[in-house]
């Protein structure tokens, strides 16, 4: 086999794990293969290909010199943490302790950067539209009804965990999928349709799973709807009358969020009813009688009950990092963050979850200072600075900040980049889409 004939197996293996992830979520990356569960081994396999990519003297595809040197500074940073949080006499078994890579998988993640640069940009056929529709369908009628029980059985028996999309991994399919059909049809009329057709059906299902989703996606929308109004395309009679079919989806949406089944009699009142319930829902863990942010005794607090769990956790975490005086190098990686191994339920439940396997601090950006300190977070930051600076001198736009933010914002409520598909598939597509320019 040659160059090419491997790089296009390789290309569709990693989309055909794109797409089994998006469609099965959690659950398929928890399947085990050799005592292996598949997300280890392709974070195994981007450890493997972060270092041969930055170690290669041959230019790798697209691969701006800016980037391998900043990534060259991560790996560098990622050794000096190691070596200098443990003893000399156990430095050789932490090289080896699988925990140490799992925890730094956040930096193994990126190698999915540099393939998104070397495999061809994707461009969708009006097949592939048809496939992105079915995916965004089927991510709804997952979310609402679950798999189908063939399918859930397989999961139950051949994964560690059987769990339906999260807010994060929906937010995430939509903004991926949908800027590809934007692309595709460049702020048609087509544009439009898709989007709001798309919208209406997954954001009231975004605001029952996450309010960070559903913001990311709100963001995105309104961006998306800006950049159709200025070509003049919105008040075109064939768009007016979409918004009888966009109203119906909403309403239907809102309503089977909340049921998972349709009413056998539709009426104002139970449309009314369903929107209604699901401002409520999102409500339900708000104190009313504190605000939503408040100072007491030097801490910040929030009266909804999910924030403040986090604020609880992010603050103790800080507070541990200057105590410790870890805040250039971090913790390192050969355990859990102590916020986790302490008693404390903090505001509604304990911070390890209630099957205790939680140790994510639902918050990217603390996450690789508490891991690798200042000097690891600011090289992130840069790389996230430079991917904007490089494209905008490239493409006069700000769809690359659009894309980092919604996605980026989600996982600084979430632990979405500490995963095996999330991070994966959003650092594939800012490579492949962004900032393979060339």
């Not at 709804?140 to 051949?158: H, M, R, T």
């Not at 099957?355 to 930051?381: A, C, P, T, W």
Request: glycine share 4%; net charge positive; aromatic share 20%.
């Amino acid at each position: 086999m040659n160059s090419k004939n491997i790089n296009n197996i390789s290309e569709k293996f990693i989309l055909t794990y794109f797409i089994l992830c998006i469609l099965f979520s959690r659950a398929f990356v928890g399947i085990y293969v050799f005592n292996f569960r598949l997300g280890e081994l392709v974070i195994a396999f981007g450890l493997f290909f972060f270092i041969f990519s930055i170690l290669q003297k041959n230019k790798i595809s697209n691969f701006n010199p800016v980037h391998k040197n900043v990534f060259i500074l991560i790996l560098v940073s990622f050794f000096i943490t190691l070596i200098t949080t443990k003893e000399l006499a156990n430095l050789f078994s932490d090289f080896l302790n699988p925990y140490t890579y799992k925890s730094s998988s956040y930096i193994w993640s990126l190698s999915f950067f540099i393939l998104g640069l070397h495999f061809s940009k994707i461009k969708l056929s009006n097949f592939g539209v048809v496939v992105c529709e079915l995916l965004i369908v089927s991510n709804f009628i997952f979310a609402i009804y679950g798999l189908p029980d063939f399918i859930e059985s397989f999961f139950v028996n051949y994964s560690d965990k059987y769990e339906l999309q999260k807010g994060s991994d929906i937010a995430l399919n939509f903004i991926v999928i949908n800027y590809l059909i934007q692309r595709k049809y460049s702020y048609t009329k087509f544009s439009y349709i898709f989007l709001s057709l798309n919208a209406s059906l997954i954001l009231p299902l975004a605001l029952y799973k996450s309010r960070a989703a559903f913001i990311s996606i709100l963001v995105y929308v309104f961006y998306e709807v800006f950049q159709i109004y200025k070509k003049r395309l919105l008040l075109s009679k064939l768009n007016l009358v979409l918004l009888i079919p966009i109203f119906l989806i909403l309403s239907s949406s809102t309503y089977l969020s909340q049921t998972q089944e349709y009413p056998e009699e539709v009426s104002a009142e139970i449309i009314a009813n369903s929107y209604s319930g699901l401002g409520k829902y999102r409500l339900k863990h708000f104190q009313e009688e504190l605000p939503f942010l408040y100072f007491q005794d030097s801490r910040v607090y929030s009266g909804d009950g999910n924030l403040n769990w986090r604020l609880d956790m992010w603050q103790d975490m800080v507070d541990d990092l200057f105590s410790e005086k870890n805040t250039l190098l971090g913790f390192g990686y050969n355990e859990k963050f102590m916020v986790f191994q302490v008693d404390n339920t903090g505001y509604g439940n304990n911070r390890v979850g209630l099957d205790e396997k939680n140790e994510n601090l639902h918050n990217y950006f603390l996450n690789i200072f508490s891991r690798g300190g200042l000097v690891q977070l600011f090289l992130f930051l840069f790389f996230y600075f430079y991917c904007v600076k490089y494209y905008k001198s490239k493409i006069k736009d700000n769809k690359i900040i659009i894309y980092l933010f919604c996605l980026l914002f989600i996982s600084s409520f979430d632990s979405s980049m500490e995963n095996s598909h999330y991070p994966l598939i959003f650092y594939y597509f800012l490579g492949n889409q962004f900032l393979k320019l060339k």
